[in-house]
């Protein structure tokens, strides 16, 4: 094949695609755009239509109902209930209500939203040791996340003081851990069983340091904690030591040795 006539092959290809119909001519490219306004149109529909905006909100499992309905009837008002689904509303409940663990919703068609809510079992008071106005609330699962302004509750709250700067801290947070909650069950069970009042715990980087009503300390370590239980129960039980008789015990001594005065 000479060079010319290759040539004039290729310019008549090339004259060719160029002739091709354009994309709005294909029939293909009409359905296409056909069924996405149909997509988009039905879509709307369920959005917009007054069947489907909010008229019923029922509320389970929260004490503050009246607040917390106010709060949702707010941002739902007039909205359309699959507004649910695409909102950020779970966090800002979170973050609105401290108290509340977690939320959960159920909708019933077309316009009636059912909300159960977990809320947090309090627990304990956690205080700075350096001052009884920065305390915060701790739930059964360790984790502070309320401020208290003072020790007014304490009473129905188990009291703990720490040395650590409260105040710095981002709520909700993770304060004790697993173990030492088991830890603080354990001296609390040994500490009723034996009638010994408790005031408050002091809860130490090393130790727990319980403290009495009468005045007196006991000091536990963290690193046998179970061993040092048994020991003091052992020596409550056979009276070695009376309650009310000492003012320190301590039993973080390795050799399983009893310092008591």
Same mark, same amino acid.
């Given at each position: 094949?000479?060079?010319?006539?290759?040539?004039?092959?290729?310019?008549?290809?090339?004259?060719?695609?160029?002739?091709?119909?354009?994309?709005?001519?294909?029939?293909?490219?009409?359905?296409?755009?056909? @069924?996405?306004?149909?997509?988009? @149109?039905? %879509?709307?529909?369920? *959005?917009? #239509?007054?069947?489907?905006?909010?008229? =019923?909100?029922?509320? =389970? @499992?929260?004490?503050? &109902?009246?607040?917390?309905?106010? *709060?949702?009837?707010?941002?739902?008002?007039?909205?359309?209930?699959?507004? !649910? *689904? *695409?909102?950020?509303?779970?966090?800002?409940?979170?973050?609105?209500?401290? /108290? +509340?663990?977690?939320?959960?919703?159920?909708?019933?068609?077309? &316009?009636?939203?059912?909300?159960?809510?977990?809320?947090?079992?309090? +627990?304990?008071?956690?205080?700075?040791?350096?001052?009884?106005?920065?305390?915060? %609330?701790?739930? &059964?699962?360790?984790?502070?996340?309320?401020?208290?302004?003072?020790?007014?509750?304490?009473?129905?709250?188990?009291? +703990?003081?720490?040395?650590? /700067?409260?105040?710095?801290?981002? #709520?909700?947070?993770?304060?004790?851990?697993?173990?030492?909650?088991?830890?603080?069950?354990?001296?609390? /069970?040994?500490?009723?069983?034996?009638? #010994?009042?408790?005031? !408050?715990? =002091?809860?130490?980087?090393?130790?727990?340091?319980?403290?009495?009503?009468? @005045?007196?300390?006991?000091?536990?370590?963290?690193?046998?904690? =179970?061993?040092?239980?048994?020991? #003091?129960?052992?020596?409550?039980?056979?009276?070695?030591?009376?309650?009310? &008789?000492?003012?320190?015990?301590?039993?973080?001594?390795?050799?399983?040795? %009893? %310092?008591?005065?």
């Amino acid at each position: 094949m000479s060079s010319r006539r290759y040539y004039k092959n290729r310019k008549k290809h090339y004259r060719y695609y160029q002739r091709k119909n354009p994309l709005y001519k294909k029939k293909w490219f009409w359905k296409l755009t056909f @069924g996405l306004f149909i997509f988009c @149109g039905t %879509i709307s529909l369920f *959005f917009y #239509l007054p069947i489907f905006q909010i008229q =019923e909100i029922k509320i =389970e @499992g929260y004490k503050s &109902n009246k607040d917390f309905l106010t *709060f949702y009837k707010s941002v739902f008002n007039n909205q359309n209930i699959f507004f !649910y *689904f *695409f909102s950020n509303l779970n966090n800002q409940v979170l973050k609105s209500f401290p /108290d +509340i663990k977690n939320i959960s919703a159920s909708f019933v068609f077309p &316009n009636e939203i059912n909300i159960k809510i977990q809320e947090r079992k309090p +627990i304990s008071l956690v205080c700075n040791q350096n001052s009884d106005a920065s305390c915060f %609330i701790m739930d &059964n699962s360790g984790i502070l996340y309320k401020k208290s302004n003072s020790q007014e509750g304490s009473k129905e709250l188990l009291l +703990i003081k720490t040395k650590l /700067d409260l105040n710095s801290l981002k #709520l909700p947070i993770k304060f004790l851990d697993e173990s030492t909650l088991k830890d603080v069950n354990l001296i609390l /069970d040994i500490l009723e069983k034996n009638k #010994l009042g408790l005031s !408050y715990f =002091e809860l130490n980087f090393d130790d727990i340091v319980a403290h009495l009503r009468d @005045g007196s300390i006991i000091y536990f370590s963290k690193k046998n904690i =179970e061993n040092e239980v048994l020991n #003091l129960s052992f020596v409550l039980e056979k009276e070695v030591i009376k309650p009310g &008789n000492f003012k320190v015990i301590d039993l973080r001594s390795e050799e399983d040795r %009893i %310092i008591f005065y």
